[in-house]
């Protein structure tokens, strides 16, 4: 694959999760409140821990791969 080509492919990607990272806070998934978020608040720091999202982003990734490799 050409430079060309490859930047164009990765230009498209990045409009992909840009136009996700704006989509995502109007639908219905919680995402980043799922139960398995954890939430440390301290009395000057907060520390938080997205394992019940990191597990669903996972599964789905996991799944796409898996369709695309098959391809």
Request: proline share 7%; net charge positive.
């Amino acid at each position: 694959m050409g430079l060309g080509r490859f930047l164009i492919v990765v230009g498209a990607v990045l409009m992909l999760i840009g136009a996700l990272i704006s989509i995502l806070p109007r639908l219905p998934i919680p995402i980043g409140k799922l139960p398995g978020d954890f939430v440390f608040r301290g009395k000057n720091w907060v520390f938080y821990f997205p394992l019940g999202t990191s597990i669903l982003l996972s599964v789905v990734l996991t799944l796409l791969f898996w369709l695309l490799a098959r391809r």
